[in-house]
């Protein structure tokens, strides 16, 4: 019997120094980082676009030649247009505005979970207004402290993104239909650029990755994970990126000084059909020989409905432009309203978008299907062949 009991005393000692095991490791796990303080509540500053065109006004860079990420100003920083093998021009600028606009968004999309608020709204700069609704689980407020943290961590860290892609995807929509930040500036040349778009969700990907480094500030976590993820991409020289916007002139774009550039080729693919967004890439350089477009998957909601959390993401455009673009998905004009909802109505706007384009740049091809392919094809016929040799 005493001999019983040892083993039985073991068991129970082991049982508990187990379970003190798993609580430690639940509660030291590696948890996501959100922005500090002062950076919480104060939206990302503003960054200039670039063309991917060879033209006046454009700068190409090099993977060593970006500086360190600044949410604030920061000198060192720099932006323009890189070139990557598999993902094609990517304007660095975009893609740190699509960082820093994921990250505020998670934060605040955390603060106000944490605080059990049903709702937020959140403006860039265009005058749109962006209001989410948010629906909690009906046992949210009897859920521990420590599990209603996680939770809406993980919440916040798949809102953040997905915010901040469709706010981003929306400020095109706007610019096909004219919008410009400068009153008697169109941006339409720039609108879904064949760039734009992927340098976009790369940066919410960027900002995931450093949302979850631990180790690390944001800008550094921001400054690191680009760099991975450009490397990842087969980033290539400054020279590099000018050759291939060179090669696109007459084709992708037309035109030689900033305000003066007629952009031919659109990138309208931003993950509708398959939940990934293909980017465009310049037909074969000499350093990219071989290489194949890689896609990459758009935010989703997902997660929320693993924990009983839904939402209602809403745009209301406040812009000259909202009546042309309300027109597209409320026809009727006794019936339209002053909201939409990009789950609902990105996908009829778009494919108004892809048809007016197919008229107008014919050679992009069937206006359902704007992947490269369609440009693939019709450059084989247009492109003098290319050396395979690779440029000193």
Not at 243 to 262: I, N, Q, T, Y
């Amino acid at each position: 019997m005493e001999g019983i009991r040892r083993l039985s005393a073991k068991g129970v000692g082991f049982a508990l120094l187990l379970c003190l095991l798993i609580f430690f490791q639940a509660t030291c796990a590696p948890q996501a980082t959100f922005l500090n303080q002062k950076n919480a509540n104060l939206p990302p500053r503003p960054r200039m676009g670039s063309y991917a065109s060879s033209t006046v006004g454009t700068t190409f860079l090099g993977p060593n030649e970006l500086g360190p990420h600044g949410y604030e100003y920061n000198w060192s920083e720099q932006n323009g247009i890189v070139y990557t093998c598999k993902g094609g021009h990517i304007d660095i600028s975009h893609t740190r505005k699509a960082a820093d606009w994921t990250a505020f968004l998670a934060a605040r999309a955390f603060d106000r979970i944490s605080r059990n608020k049903r709702s937020f709204t959140f403006k860039m700069r265009e005058p749109s207004v962006y209001r989410i609704e948010l629906t909690y689980p009906e046992n949210w407020r009897e859920l521990p402290q420590a599990e209603q943290e996680r939770i809406a961590r993980e919440i916040a860290l798949a809102l953040g993104p997905y915010l901040s892609y469709a706010a981003n995807t929306w400020h095109e929509i706007l610019t096909w239909f004219g919008y410009g930040n400068i009153a008697i500036y169109s941006e339409f040349p720039s609108a879904f650029s064949w760039e734009d778009t992927f340098s976009n969700l790369l940066g919410t990907h960027v900002a995931a990755e450093a949302l979850r480094d631990t180790e690390h500030t944001y800008d550094k976590a921001v400054t690191l994970a680009l760099d991975r993820e450009l490397k990842n991409l087969g980033v290539q020289k400054a020279s590099a990126a000018r050759r291939a916007s060179e090669k696109m002139r007459g084709l992708w774009f037309s035109g030689d000084w900033l305000f003066f550039v007629h952009t031919k080729s659109r990138n309208f693919d931003i993950g509708l059909d398959d939940g990934l967004v293909t980017p465009r890439l310049v037909p074969p350089i000499p350093e990219c020989r071989g290489a194949e477009p890689q896609p990459y998957p758009v935010p989703n909601l997902d997660v929320l409905s693993e924990h009983g959390f839904s939402i209602k993401f809403e745009i209301e455009p406040k812009e000259w432009e909202k009546d042309k673009i309300l027109s597209v998905i409320y026809p009727n004009a006794k019936e339209r309203e002053k909201r939409l909802e990009p789950a609902v109505h990105f996908a009829p706007i778009m494919d108004y978008i892809r048809k007016a384009a197919a008229k107008k740049y014919p050679y992009n091809g069937d206006p359902q299907d704007p992947t490269p392919r369609t440009t693939f094809d019709f450059l084989e016929h247009v492109l003098p062949q290319t050396s395979t040799a690779t440029p000193k």
